[in-house]
């Protein structure tokens, strides 16, 4: 219980102001260590790893919804009962931080080179620790409750021993080797890059039709390609084997122009005979789908451009050039010798390196390997069972379709910053020794001349591991016993196949146990007009902007109240501005509640004993005994039951929509209850009888606190701050919210009967409200109303509710009856519904024929806007060169004018009866 100092801090002042509240309690829950997990065998646990973002990272709002999503789960499960550990960290990031502190050289003039790798990486270090917590600030202001204690990075040092762990048990059992294959190589990084950190950018490029003459010359074979420089690594022409075209020219030599090499001319069914020629170039040392087919084919690879995007030895005449040089030329030799035969305009999708936006080379390269087939196995089959569930389901399909035809992962890189390979080769005889520490000599001849590999690993490599690395692998920890497998993963589609898939086969692979039961797919956040949120294309919203405008709670509903399973959300500060308002509508219908519970020097209410100075009487009224006990007391009237069956309802779609990750559901039905249905119908409802007598006033005082401080619970894991702030206001039992316990549903409140009679109420209600708007009857002035039914029963409901719809519609006079009076119908205004219908006179409140008179010139008016904006909708000129945003807007114009038009021909329709 509060003490009275404590009670008299916790008064709510008139204006929320979330900067305020937020710090404050955010403060507060680190101090009393709520985030923190601890073990407790026999206790229901619940675990997540977050997805660590980049130690280069701030928050964006596709991270704002990834972490609200996981906080939201954790405190919901925290407040259910469950041991909660969600668990921070931070990925190094490799490419992307050795980028940043490159940067940072090259304003001083110097190259990493210049100092030398491990003076470089003190250099990283002290970047990261300057700079590298940013981001899990920011997350500390969305009020997420991750454990902090437990937090973790991928380079720490027992992350790095289970990194070195994990690629020695692989390479002992022959998963991990060395090889050549075709891979993503930027040309500036001077690295190889994974399929993530490559982006595509659409530009207008070019198609080459080049002519291949037949060895034995009777003719030539056309091939199309967006890439002439590659030509001179050709070592084959493939066809598809159902292409009747080349059918005769299957199994001769054609001539390679200009380097005059011989390349057979081979079927295979990759090749797609709609494009181009449906003849294919083919390239093994500079194209994956060409490797793959010179593999098959047992076609030599010349590489013809190198690490530095400059054209090898290989190239012959082009040595040395810049490979765009190399293209002029050729293109330029090509047409002078007759090879040329068009060059037509095509839109090419150009992969570039995310970091620095250099356009991709696929290289021929030797890289360290890991064999994928057999480890994909396991990762498929714990799919198809359904011991892992990926929510939307369709992302299965996603994720087997990449698993079932799975490549051998590259997992080497050419940077200083990351794990090193832990493999040392023989200077002497060239062996490959993997091992948690420096060898003393080579495994195969016994020399001690020994080199560690200069690569670092793939930053996926690392993160495999996330789920069991972070709570201790390889090490048994109490951690991993207790909260491992953890729960669920909450995700990017983009990364399905880069990181889920892969802590799947190294879960199986080293634990024999899936890493999580579920994958949420979290949607992708664009602007209003559907484009890609992007801070370099203007199109970003800033969270931590929102939260200074609009607070955190307000980010957080606004984001989870669109978190659904269509895949793409459109969301703009508008969406956190309504939600704002949302916040000050439950802080206003607060403050009424509070002034309205009680007060110390008020009376106590009967059966309280009066002692002298002792004003604890408040909150033992309210706290004294289970609700239940104290509900089954009172005569509750049909609001009452009402609003606790509603609030049983609520109770149940939130839990059951938790459950099945409807985000958006259970946000959804908790602003339509707390809005309307509480705020809007009950409160209001309560108003005069906290006028009334004694036993009257302290039965919906209790129920005004009931079910607001229910529902503060109920919201609390999505709005956690706003929630807190009210029901420390409150009576109350407990030292935090957010270690009350989440409601339950209490089924035999759910009362049809009450809510058929409300929702009468309700709309004779709104039906009164909006014919007066209608008239515009000014709001101090009451109307008389009529209510007619065919059925005796539904009027006699309506006779049981008229007194409260009196003052909520500010009706002087209601009447009942089966229907109009004969011959009287234009002297009334009506609404119709299925079993009734609502009736305001209009004698004496206005003039019917000039009302009907404007509302002719208003409508004739309309009329020709309606015209001129249909006009322009089906004018193609227009639609089609106008800017999208501008035909839309047009679009909005045209609905809300047709909207406007079929309410005033509605009211048009009522007056003249």
Same mark, same amino acid.
């Given at each position: 219980?509060?003490?009275?100092?404590?009670?008299?801090?916790?008064?709510?002042?008139?204006?929320?102001?979330?900067?305020?509240?937020?710090?404050?309690?955010?403060?507060? =829950? @680190?101090?009393? $260590?709520?985030?923190?997990?601890?073990?407790?065998?026999?206790?229901?646990?619940?675990?997540?790893?977050?997805?660590?973002?980049?130690?280069? +990272?701030?928050?964006?709002?596709?991270?704002?919804?990834?972490?609200?999503?996981?906080?939201?789960? *954790?405190? =919901?499960?925290?407040?259910?009962?469950?041991?909660?550990?969600?668990?921070?960290?931070?990925?190094? /990031?490799?490419? &992307?931080?050795?980028?940043?502190?490159e940067?940072?050289?090259?304003?001083?003039?110097?190259?990493?080179?210049?100092?030398?790798?491990?003076?470089?990486?003190?250099?990283?270090?002290? =970047?990261k620790?300057?700079?590298? +917590?940013?981001? @899990?600030?920011?997350?500390?202001?969305?009020?997420?409750?991750?454990?902090?204690?437990?937090?973790?990075?991928?380079?720490?040092?027992?992350?790095?021993?289970?990194?070195?762990?994990?690629?020695?048990r692989?390479?002992?059992?022959?998963?991990?080797?060395?090889?050549?294959?075709?891979?993503?190589?930027?040309?500036? $990084?001077?690295?190889?890059?994974?399929?993530?950190?490559?982006?595509?950018?659409?530009?207008?490029g070019?198609?080459?039709?080049?002519?291949?003459?037949?060895?034995?010359?009777?003719?030539?074979?056309?091939?199309?390609?967006?890439?002439?420089?590659?030509?001179?690594?050709?070592?084959?022409?493939a066809?598809?084997?159902?292409?009747?075209?080349?059918?005769?020219?299957?199994?001769?030599?054609?001539v390679?122009?200009?380097?005059?090499?011989?390349?057979?001319?081979?079927?295979?069914t990759?090749?797609?005979?709609?494009?181009?020629?449906?003849?294919?170039?083919?390239?093994?040392?500079?194209?994956p789908?060409?490797?793959?087919?010179?593999?098959?084919?047992?076609?030599?690879?010349?590489? !013809?451009?190198?690490?530095?995007?400059?054209?090898?030895?290989?190239?012959?005449?082009?040595?040395?050039?810049?490979?765009?040089?190399?293209?002029?030329?050729?293109?330029?030799?090509?047409?002078?010798?007759?090879?040329?035969? #068009?060059?037509?305009?095509?839109?090419?999708s150009? /992969?570039? $390196? #995310?970091?620095?936006?250099?356009?991709?080379e696929?290289?021929?390269?030797?890289?360290?390997?890991?064999?994928? %087939?057999?480890? &994909?196995?396991?990762?498929?089959?714990?799919?198809?069972?359904?011991?892992?569930?990926?929510?939307?389901?369709?992302?299965?399909?996603?994720?087997?379709d990449?698993?079932?035809?799975?490549?051998?992962?590259?997992?080497?890189?050419? @940077?200083?910053?990351?794990?090193?390979?832990?493999? =040392?080769?023989?200077?002497?005889?060239?062996?490959?020794?993997?091992?948690?520490?420096?060898?003393?000599?080579?495994r195969?001849?016994?020399?001690?001349? @020994?080199?560690?590999?200069?690569? !670092?690993?793939?930053?996926?490599?690392?993160?495999?591991?996330?789920?069991?690395?972070?709570?201790?692998w390889?090490? #048994?920890t109490?951690?991993?016993?207790?909260?491992?497998?953890?729960?669920?993963?909450?995700?990017?589609?983009?990364?399905?196949?880069?990181?889920?898939?892969?802590?799947?086969?190294?879960?199986?692979?080293?634990?024999?146990?899936?890493?999580?039961?579920?994958?949420?797919?979290?949607?992708?956040? %664009?602007?209003?007009?559907?484009?890609?949120?992007? #801070?370099?294309?203007?199109t970003?919203?800033?969270?931590?902007?929102?939260?200074?405008?609009?607070?955190?709670?307000?980010?957080?509903?606004?984001?989870?109240?669109?978190?659904?399973?269509?895949?793409?959300?459109?969301?703009?500060?508008?969406?956190?501005?309504?939600?704002?308002?949302?916040?000050?509508?439950?802080?206003?219908?607060?403050?009424?509640?509070?002034?309205?519970?009680?007060?110390?020097?008020?009376?106590?209410?009967?059966?309280?004993?009066?002692?002298?100075?002792?004003?604890?009487?408040?909150?033992?009224?309210?706290?004294?005994?289970?609700?239940?006990?104290?509900?089954?007391?009172?005569?509750?009237?049909?609001?009452?039951?009402?609003?606790?069956?509603?609030?049983?309802?609520?109770?149940? *779609?939130?839990?059951?929509?938790?459950s &099945?990750?409807?985000?958006?559901?259970?946000?959804?039905?908790?602003?339509?209850?707390?809005?309307?249905?509480?705020?809007?119908?009950y409160?209001?409802?309560?108003?005069?009888?906290?006028? +009334?007598?004694?036993?009257e006033?302290?039965?919906?005082?209790?129920?005004?606190?009931?079910?607001?401080?229910?529902?503060?619970?109920?919201?609390?894991?999505?709005?956690?701050?706003? *929630?807190?702030?009210?029901?420390?206001?409150?009576?109350?039992?407990?030292?935090?919210?957010?270690?009350?316990?989440?409601?339950?549903?209490?089924?035999?409140?759910?009362?049809?009967?009450?809510?058929?009679a409300?929702?009468?109420?309700?709309?004779?209600?709104r /039906?009164?409200?909006?014919?007066?708007?209608?008239?515009?009857?000014?709001? +101090?002035?009451?109307?008389?109303?009529?209510?007619?039914?065919?059925?005796?029963?539904?009027?006699?409901?309506?006779?049981?509710?008229?007194?409260?719809?009196?003052?909520?519609?500010?009706?002087?006079?209601?009447?009942?009856?089966?229907?109009?009076?004969d011959?009287?119908?234009?002297?009334?205004?009506?609404?119709?519904?299925?079993?009734?219908?609502?009736?305001?006179?209009?004698?004496?409140?206005i003039?019917?024929?000039?009302?009907?008179?404007?509302?002719?010139?208003?409508?004739?008016?309309?009329?020709?806007?309606?015209?001129?904006?249909?006009?322009?909708?089906?004018?193609?000129?227009?639609?089609?060169?106008?800017?999208?945003?501008?035909?839309?807007?047009?679009?909005?114009?045209?609905?809300?004018? &047709?909207?406007?038009?079929?309410?005033?021909?509605?009211?048009?329709g009522?007056?003249?009866?």
């Amino acid at each position: 219980m509060a003490t009275e100092t404590e009670k008299q801090e916790s008064q709510l002042p008139k204006v929320y102001d979330p900067s305020i509240v937020e710090d404050k309690w955010y403060k507060f =829950w @680190l101090e009393k $260590c709520y985030f923190a997990a601890q073990i407790e065998p026999g206790k229901r646990e619940y675990c997540i790893t977050i997805p660590p973002p980049n130690v280069t +990272g701030s928050l964006h709002i596709g991270h704002a919804l990834c972490y609200t999503i996981q906080d939201v789960l *954790t405190r =919901w499960k925290r407040m259910q009962g469950y041991e909660t550990l969600c668990l921070p960290g931070t990925d190094h /990031a490799g490419i &992307a931080t050795q980028n940043k502190v490159e940067q940072q050289l090259a304003e001083e003039g110097l190259t990493r080179h210049d100092l030398g790798r491990e003076k470089f990486l003190e250099r990283v270090w002290k =970047w990261k620790e300057h700079y590298g +917590g940013t981001i @899990l600030n920011q997350f500390k202001r969305m009020g997420y409750s991750f454990d902090w204690e437990r937090e973790r990075f991928t380079m720490d040092e027992d992350y790095s021993n289970a990194v070195v762990e994990a690629f020695i048990r692989l390479f002992d059992k022959g998963y991990i080797y060395r090889g050549a294959r075709v891979i993503n190589w930027c040309t500036r $990084c001077h690295t190889a890059i994974s399929d993530i950190e490559v982006e595509y950018r659409e530009i207008d490029g070019k198609l080459y039709h080049l002519s291949y003459p037949l060895e034995d010359g009777t003719g030539a074979i056309e091939v199309a390609t967006t890439r002439p420089e590659t030509m001179l690594g050709d070592t084959g022409v493939a066809v598809n084997p159902e292409d009747d075209r080349y059918l005769g020219l299957i199994g001769k030599n054609a001539v390679l122009p200009i380097v005059g090499r011989l390349l057979p001319i081979f079927d295979d069914t990759y090749v797609d005979p709609t494009f181009g020629t449906g003849a294919v170039k083919v390239t093994p040392a500079h194209d994956p789908n060409d490797f793959e087919m010179g593999m098959r084919h047992d076609l030599p690879s010349v590489i !013809v451009i190198g690490p530095d995007g400059k054209m090898t030895e290989e190239a012959g005449a082009y040595a040395g050039l810049d490979r765009y040089e190399a293209r002029k030329k050729l293109v330029q030799d090509l047409q002078e010798q007759g090879y040329l035969v #068009k060059i037509e305009d095509y839109a090419l999708s150009v /992969a570039t $390196c #995310k970091r620095c936006e250099t356009v991709i080379e696929p290289l021929l390269s030797e890289q360290w390997f890991c064999r994928m %087939q057999e480890l &994909a196995q396991p990762a498929i089959e714990v799919v198809k069972s359904g011991k892992i569930k990926f929510i939307p389901e369709r992302y299965t399909r996603v994720y087997l379709d990449w698993m079932e035809n799975v490549r051998d992962w590259c997992i080497s890189r050419q @940077l200083w910053w990351g794990h090193r390979i832990p493999v =040392w080769q023989c200077d002497d005889c060239g062996e490959h020794t993997a091992a948690r520490g420096e060898p003393d000599a080579c495994r195969k001849c016994g020399s001690k001349k @020994l080199t560690q590999d200069p690569d !670092v690993l793939d930053t996926w490599f690392s993160s495999a591991l996330w789920p069991f690395a972070t709570l201790g692998w390889p090490k #048994k920890t109490p951690e991993l016993s207790y909260f491992y497998p953890t729960n669920v993963l909450v995700t990017a589609r983009d990364i399905i196949y880069l990181w889920v898939a892969r802590m799947i086969f190294t879960s199986l692979e080293f634990l024999k146990q899936v890493p999580f039961h579920g994958v949420y797919i979290y949607a992708t956040v %664009q602007n209003e007009e559907g484009r890609r949120m992007s #801070k370099s294309l203007g199109t970003g919203v800033d969270p931590l902007d929102l939260i200074d405008h609009y607070g955190a709670d307000a980010l957080r509903f606004a984001l989870i109240q669109q978190a659904g399973e269509g895949q793409d959300i459109r969301f703009s500060a508008k969406r956190v501005e309504a939600i704002r308002n949302f916040c000050n509508k439950i802080w206003n219908a607060s403050r009424f509640v509070l002034m309205n519970l009680g007060h110390e020097e008020d009376p106590p209410p009967p059966g309280v004993p009066v002692v002298p100075n002792d004003h604890r009487w408040v909150e033992d009224w309210y706290l004294g005994e289970e609700p239940d006990n104290r509900l089954a007391a009172f005569e509750l009237r049909l609001e009452d039951r009402w609003i606790l069956s509603r609030l049983n309802r609520l109770i149940d *779609t939130v839990n059951a929509s938790l459950s &099945a990750y409807d985000m958006d559901d259970a946000s959804k039905a908790l602003y339509e209850f707390i809005w309307s249905e509480y705020c809007d119908w009950y409160v209001e409802l309560a108003k005069p009888r906290l006028r +009334g007598d004694e036993d009257e006033r302290r039965q919906v005082q209790y129920l005004l606190w009931h079910v607001l401080e229910t529902t503060m619970r109920l919201l609390h894991p999505v709005m956690p701050f706003i *929630t807190e702030e009210i029901w420390q206001a409150l009576p109350r039992d407990g030292a935090s919210l957010m270690i009350r316990p989440f409601p339950v549903a209490d089924t035999s409140r759910i009362d049809e009967a009450a809510e058929k009679a409300m929702d009468e109420l309700m709309e004779i209600t709104r /039906a009164v409200r909006n014919l007066r708007a209608e008239l515009g009857i000014q709001p +101090g002035r009451s109307v008389n109303a009529l209510v007619t039914s065919e059925s005796e029963d539904v009027l006699e409901r309506v006779r049981s509710v008229s007194e409260s719809i009196k003052p909520l519609a500010r009706v002087g006079e209601m009447r009942l009856g089966a229907s109009l009076p004969d011959g009287e119908r234009r002297q009334y205004v009506s609404a119709h519904f299925a079993e009734l219908d609502v009736h305001v006179p209009v004698a004496g409140l206005i003039d019917v024929d000039k009302e009907v008179s404007r509302l002719e010139t208003e409508l004739q008016s309309l009329d020709k806007e309606l015209a001129r904006t249909t006009g322009k909708l089906t004018n193609e000129q227009f639609t089609s060169r106008a800017p999208a945003e501008v035909v839309e807007k047009e679009r909005r114009i045209q609905q809300e004018l &047709a909207e406007k038009k079929g309410k005033l021909e509605e009211r048009l329709g009522a007056l003249r009866g």
